[in-house]
């Protein structure tokens, strides 16, 4: 639940290989299924770039990206709907998430800026996109042979899962911290509890945590909603959100304090967790 919003330089390297690492997979996987589609005269093709187009246009006319961010989120997006076309689509729970999270960024600026940990006005960079949504995105790709060759309900019911547990996590982190730093009162430390400075890596409050609980619950019952989930699966996606939003506070206190690693891999690193708890709970 950590506020910064620009890695130190010596860092800058982690969120290149994040956009390494996401970028170019995600968009081999929507040359081949586009690819697959236009020859089989699909329309999701042309849905899918019509949604992704207007997505990445309405979020840096917004100045909720730069121009690179917004171009990476339309990647990012497309892989979703991809995934999930139609009605029954992941977008309605990413833009529920992108709804949230942008709200809490513009609430009590003027305290951020004082603090010094209020979002740049131009908006996020194209690596806090990758870092915030890039697990999800990895979770719409078949990436073990036994996926590819051999699909079943319940693998897919998983990584359907993994999908919305990463938003889930996404939502919850940035609105704990957000508005914890602005409604919060004195953090503490997750590993010790002693207060430390608003502001600091793994610094935790009341507050925050309760916004980022109830961020999770909103996405969770919309992803539920969209998707006609039982209520067990919404309760291990939501748990598993929640999950992710303590060790992306774990990770800031043990990792990133000591400068072992930056914001995006952190924030990555927790999505990754919340996503691989539910993918597991799920085909229990």
């Known amino acids: 639940?950590?506020?910064?919003?620009?890695?130190?330089?010596?860092?800058?390297?982690?969120?290149?290989?994040?956009?390494?690492?996401?970028?170019?997979?995600?968009?081999?996987?929507?040359?081949?299924?586009?690819?697959?589609?236009?020859?089989?005269?699909?329309?999701?093709?042309?849905?899918?770039?019509?949604?992704?187009?207007?997505?990445?246009?309405?979020?840096?006319?917004?100045?909720?990206?730069?121009?690179?961010?917004?171009a990476t989120g339309?990647?990012?997006?497309?892989?979703?709907?991809?995934r999930?076309?139609?009605?029954?689509?992941?977008?309605?729970?990413?833009?529920?998430?992108?709804?949230?999270?942008?709200a809490a960024t513009r609430v009590g600026r003027k305290r951020k800026e004082q603090l010094g940990t209020a979002e740049a006005k131009h908006g996020r960079e194209a690596s806090q996109v990758v870092?915030?949504?890039?697990?999800?995105?990895?979770?719409?790709?078949?990436?073990?042979?036994?996926?590819l060759f051999t699909p079943t309900a319940r693998g897919g019911a998983a990584s359907l899962a993994a999908l919305i547990a990463a938003?889930?996590?996404?939502?919850a982190d940035t609105l704990s911290s957000e508005l914890?730093?602005?409604?919060?009162?004195q953090p503490r430390l997750l590993t010790t509890f002693k207060p430390?400075?608003?502001?600091?890596?793994?610094?935790?409050?009341?507050?925050?945590?309760?916004?980022?609980?109830?961020?999770?619950?909103?996405?969770?019952?919309v992803a539920t909603f969209t998707f006609q989930m039982g209520l067990r699966t919404g309760v291990v996606i939501f748990c598993c959100g929640i999950l992710g939003l303590f060790a992306d506070s774990f990770f800031g206190a043990v990792f990133e304090r000591h400068g072992w690693l930056n914001?995006?891999?952190?924030?990555?690193?927790s999505t990754l967790v919340a996503a691989i708890a539910a993918y597991w709970l799920v085909q229990m």
Request: aromatic content about 8%; glycine content about 8%.
């Open 84 to 102: 999930t076309p139609g009605w029954h689509t992941a977008l309605f729970p990413l833009f529920t998430m992108l709804v949230l999270t942008l």
């Open 196 to 221: 430390v400075p608003a502001g600091t890596d793994g610094g935790i409050t009341l507050a925050g945590t309760a916004a980022g609980c109830i961020g999770a619950a909103i996405v969770t019952a």
């Open 1 to 70: 639940m950590n506020t910064k919003i620009y890695p130190a330089a010596s860092l800058h390297w982690q969120s290149k290989l994040l956009l390494l690492i996401v970028v170019p997979a995600c968009s081999l996987w929507i040359f081949i299924q586009a690819t697959a589609a236009w020859q089989s005269h699909d329309p999701v093709f042309l849905q899918t770039a019509g949604i992704s187009i207007a997505f990445g246009l309405v979020v840096w006319v917004a100045r909720a990206a730069t121009g690179p961010a917004a």
């Open 180 to 185: 914890g730093q602005v409604f919060g009162g």
């Open 74 to 82: 339309a990647v990012l997006t497309a892989c979703l709907y991809l």
């Open 131 to 147: 870092a915030n949504l890039g697990i999800a995105a990895l979770a719409t790709l078949p990436l073990t042979a036994s996926q």
């Open 263 to 269: 914001n995006d891999a952190v924030n990555f690193l």
């Open 167 to 171: 938003l889930v996590e996404a939502a």
